[in-house]
Every structure is written in structure tokens, then in C-alpha cells.
């Protein structure tokens, strides 16, 4: 077992949630299991089993910028942060799908926010949110 | 799923905490997979997978048996409040070998820095209140006067829970006490029976503490046995020193097993 044949099995079972969130109006309860429970879980058990085997292994911390650097030296660390990445931004989407479906927010709105949250998390989140704020206010006055 | 809701609704401490360590198994056999240290001669995640296994046997087992508890005992607010604390002491009791099993390095037995010179014996005390739960129950057992079990089963479950602690306080506080386990023999687990890892070329002293934390199965399970034999004969006489006997020749069983491992000698002596 090496860390590259686990972000090999990682990636795309991320891209498969992504790809149910994208076709959510289709079944949202489906896309849901999958991008907001059972990948995310599959994805957790995986970065929890590195973590416990190798956290001992990583030489850095988490108090400075050369602390985190010197972590993702080790590789293992390193396929650990990615593996973080792929399971909370798509946590993240699955929360923005469900949201935008509770809100009637149409879903060709909610597609550049969820592309903008594969690639870019956090940007994709503000997208967001910014997406809701100002259909909000649209909607009260 | 009914069985479950029963377990629930009789212990709903006990069984939630069993259910969850049961599902952190999950990602230690993930890390089992991935990690190639090794500790003692084994990968070091066995031993946290060891106590998950046998914490969530000894807590179901608790479960199942609550129902037969006294609920004017059980529904006191002292009983809620060990009961909490027993569950702490499970977790602190997880956290901290599955802890060391993380930084690779021993946990009993291990003094080699502050931080574990510390915890050690902490977690000595934290082992002690997880068993004293089997004390509390084999009493509320005996208060119930409606269990809707026969007299000897009934006794049996209370001298299996009784035994217990104090059998299991004479045998691991020895163990503690000890530079090691094992007495004599290769000081390795590579080499130790299948699923157990007990010596088999020196003496062992987890012997009897398996046997002696296990009473709360094997006393009830023997004299379970013995009424089924006896069943034939007038049940009432006789019938109610079924339990003690089991418990003293359960006892018998654990002393013997700790003799021989202090002496030195492998459990399977001559057979493995």
C-alpha cells in the first residue's frame, strides 16, 4: 500500500460525488447518500487509517507555516490534507445542493458555485453564499 | 433490531458506548492495513483491536444482563452517575492505548517518559472502575426478586458478576505489579497461541486475567450447563449450590491458570 495508489482510489470516488451533485435535480435523496454520507464516510475511514498510522511519523505542526510545510513533507501527511480536501468540500457541496433545493434556488445558479467548490472550496463556498444573500433580499423587497 | 431497542432500553449507556467502539474498529483495521510497525513483535494496532473487542463484548454482555437488574436500584441517581463514569473510564481506557499505539511506542507497562509514567497507573484506576460495573449489577440482580429466571440461574449470574472484580483485581494488580506478563520464555507475541498471543514457551499471566475478567461469562454459562444436567434430579435441595460450586471451581480455574504462569509454565503446557 502506497500513498499514491490511495489518492489514485480517492480522486475519483470524490469526482463521482461531484458528478451526483451536478445531476442532483434528477435524485436528490440519491446524490445526498452519496455526496453527503457514504463517500464522505468511505473518504473518512480512509484519512482517519492514515492519520493513525502515520501521524507519528510527520515532523512538523501546526503553529507555523514552516511547522504545516515540514508536516506535508511526509508523504503519507501529505496524501492526508488532500484526502481532508476531497471529503469537506464535497461535504460542503452536498450542503450547498441541499440548500439551494430547500431555497428554489435554480440549479443552473447552484452549477457555477458547485464547479467554483470542486476546484476552489472556500471561493466556491463565498460564491455561495453570496448566491443566497442576494436572493434574499431580492425576495423581501 | 427489536433485540437491539431491548438493549438499549435496559442499559442506554452500556449499549450506545458498545455500538460506537464497535464502529472505531472500522477505521483501526484500516490503520492495521497501512501501518508496518510493529510492537512486541506484532503490528501495533492488534492490541487497541484486542481491547475494542473485548470492551464491547464486556459492555454488551453488561447490556443484556441489566435486564435482569433491579430498576429501583438501576433508576437511582448514584447508579446514573457511575455508570458515566464508567463510560469515561472506557474511553480515557481507549484513548490511551490506541494513543500509544499511534506514537508506536508501549502503554502498560510503559514509564519510559513523563507523559506515561503518569497515565499508567491513572489508567490502572480507570480499569478498576470499568470493572467495578459488574460488581454494581451482580447486586442489582440480587436485589431483584422478579428476574423470571430459576433460582441457580439467577445465583450464577450473581456469583459470575460478584467474581469478577475481586478475581480480576488479585490477577492483573499482580500483573501490574510485575516487570511484564510474561514470566520466563521469549518476551514476544510473534510466537504466542493463535487469536490470544499467550506464551507458549514461558509462563503468561494474561491467562488469568482472561479467565478471571471473563467469570461474568463462564460462571452463568457452567452452572447454565450444570442445571441442564441436573434438570432430572429434584431441583430444589441441590439446586442451590449449584452457583457457589461453579464460582469456587471457576476460582480454582483462575488461581490455577496464575500459578502456573508465575511458575513459569506456558498455559498449553506440553500440548502446544
Known amino acids: ?141 | 433490531m427489536k433485540a437491539l431497542d431491548r438493549l438499549h432500553a435496559d442499559s442506554p449507556r452500556y449499549t450506545p458506548l458498545a455500538l460506537f467502539l464497535a464502529m472505531t474498529m472500522v477505521p483501526v483495521v484500516a490503520a492495521l492495513a497501512l501501518d508496518a510497525r510493529m510492537f512486541q513483535g506484532i503490528p501495533v494496532w492488534i492490541k487497541p483491536l484486542k481491547f475494542l473487542v473485548s470492551l464491547v463484548v464486556y459492555l454488551l454482555t453488561l447490556s443484556w444482563m441489566a435486564r435482569f437488574a433491579d430498576t429501583a436500584t438501576t433508576q437511582r441517581a448514584g447508579w446514573r452517575w457511575h455508570e458515566c463514569a464508567v463510560v469515561m473510564a472506557v474511553l480515557l481506557e481507549m484513548v490511551w492505548i490506541g494513543g500509544a499505539a499511534a506514537m508506536g511506542v508501549g502503554s502498560h507497562y510503559n514509564v519510559s517518559n513523563r507523559l506515561m509514567a503518569v497515565t499508567y497507573p491513572m489508567m490502572g484506576l480507570a480499569a478498576i472502575l470499568l470493572t467495578t460495573a459488574s460488581t454494581t449489577l451482580a447486586v442489582a440482580i440480587h436485589r431483584n426478586p422478579n428476574t423470571g429466571l430459576s433460582p441457580p440461574l439467577k445465583s450464577g449470574l450473581v456469583w459470575g458478576l460478584g467474581l469478577t472484580l475481586p478475581l480480576t483485581l488479585i490477577t492483573a494488580g499482580t500483573l501490574s505489579a510485575m516487570p511484564g506478563h510474561w514470566v520466563g520464555g521469549t518476551p514476544s507475541d510473534a510466537g504466542g497461541l493463535p487469536l490470544m498471543g499467550w506464551s507458549r514457551d514461558g509462563g503468561d499471566l494474561r491467562v488469568a486475567h482472561f479467565f478471571a475478567t471473563h467469570a461474568l461469562h463462564g460462571v452463568p454459562a457452567l452452572v447454565f450447563l450444570a442445571a441442564l444436567l441436573q434438570r432430572g434430579d429434584a431441583a430444589g435441595s441441590s439446586a442451590r449450590f449449584i452457583a457457589p460450586g461453579v464460582g469456587a471451581l471457576y476460582a480454582a480455574l483462575v488461581f490455577g491458570t496464575f500459578g502456573q504462569a508465575l511458575m513459569g509454565h506456558p498455559v498449553l503446557a506440553g500440548w502446544g
Open chain 1, 1 to 141: 500500500m502506497t500513498p499514491d495508489l490511495l489518492f489514485q482510489l480517492a480522486n475519483p470516488l470524490a469526482l463521482l460525488g461531484w458528478l451526483a451533485l451536478a445531476l442532483s435535480p434528477w435524485s436528490p435523496r440519491v446524490t445526498q447518500m452519496a455526496a453527503a454520507v457514504a463517500i464522505p464516510l468511505v473518504l473518512s475511514v480512509g484519512y482517519t487509517a492514515v492519520v493513525l498510522a502515520h501521524w507519528s511519523s510527520g515532523n512538523g505542526n501546526f503553529n507555523s507555516l514552516n511547522g504545516v510545510a515540514a508536516l506535508f513533507e511526509n508523504r503519507w501527511l501529505l496524501l492526508a490534507g488532500w484526502v481532508h480536501y476531497l471529503a469537506f468540500d464535497l461535504l460542503v457541496g452536498a450542503w450547498e445542493a441541499r440548500t439551494a433545493r430547500r431555497e428554489g434556488i435554480p440549479h443552473l445558479l447552484l452549477l457555477p458555485c458547485l464547479l467554483t467548490t470542486f476546484l476552489f472550496g472556500p471561493a466556491g463556498y463565498l460564491m455561495f453564499q453570496a448566491l443566497r444573500a442576494s436572493r434574499q433580499r431580492k425576495a423581501t423587497s
